[in-house]
């Protein structure tokens, strides 16, 4: 598609169960963006991705979360151990940037709706 | 420090009142980019507009306008005659190198 895909849009998960998040980037982006939004909150940066160059990794709230990136192309945040304070919507997104300057429009996914319970 | 600062957590108006969303930001960098993004119920973020840091002009698109102060780092967003579908919430956002910055949101409810 055109667009940020993220999967799965929805996910119920237990206490303590692992979760994986999957985020297709717009063919093309180097740059690759997680952010997660509690309800009713901000967007809380994560991680950000840009071309083959080490993550940012400043946002990562604990070592339950990580995420991986295959080149330019699919990123997978995971949480493990899940905890219900982990219930939000994750959202993904990519932008067509330089490695010295962006200025470009970074475009969203749809979110993935987590839910711990 | 928080460099993109919505002071404005929620806002209300009557339909058909003009509303300003205040965006305060920080940086030392000279070149970087301004964003607005509308967030509606549905949930998806959808672009509003992008500003670089050497054009003050400000912009007007529709009901929408932008004003741009650098002396102020302000980067304000103005909705003329306000509709319901302006309902959501609205955020800022900084990009300097390589990451973006994001304020915490203006939630705007426009009352029939």
């Known amino acids: 598609g055109a667009g940020v895909s993220q999967s799965p849009s929805n996910k119920v998960t237990e206490k303590g169960k692992d979760v994986e998040l999957r985020c297709d980037p717009i063919s093309g982006h180097t740059a690759l963006y997680w952010y997660r939004q509690r309800l009713g909150q901000g967007l809380e940066f994560l991680i950000y991705f840009q071309g083959n160059s080490a993550p940012d990794k400043s946002g990562l709230p604990s070592d339950r979360f990580s995420a991986e990136r295959t080149g330019e192309s699919v990123s997978t945040l995971t949480i493990q151990r899940t905890q219900q304070e982990d219930s939000a919507v994750y959202l993904c997104?990519?932008?067509?940037?330089?490695?010295?300057?962006?200025?470009?429009?970074?475009?969203f996914g749809e979110g993935s709706w987590l839910t711990v319970v | 420090a928080q460099k993109v600062t919505q002071a404005q957590t929620e806002i209300s108006v009557v339909e058909k009142e003009d509303v300003t969303l205040d965006c305060v930001y920080e940086?030392?960098?000279?070149?970087?980019?301004l964003f607005w993004y509308k967030q509606p119920p549905s949930g998806e973020l959808v672009f509003l507009i992008r500003?670089?840091?050497?054009?003050?002009q400000n912009e007007i698109s529709g009901r929408y306008s932008w004003n741009f102060q650098k002396s102020t780092s302000s980067f304000n967003f103005t909705i003329t005659a306000s509709q319901v579908v302006d309902s959501a919430v609205y955020f800022c956002?900084?990009?300097?190198?390589?990451?973006?910055?994001f304020g915490t949101g203006t939630s705007l409810t426009v009352i029939p």
């Open positions: 997104a990519s932008s067509f940037t330089a490695v010295t300057f962006s200025g470009n429009t970074i475009y």
């Open positions: 500003r670089n840091s050497f054009d003050e």
């Open positions: 940086t030392r960098d000279t070149t970087y980019y």
């Open positions: 956002a900084l990009d300097l190198i390589n990451q973006f910055y």
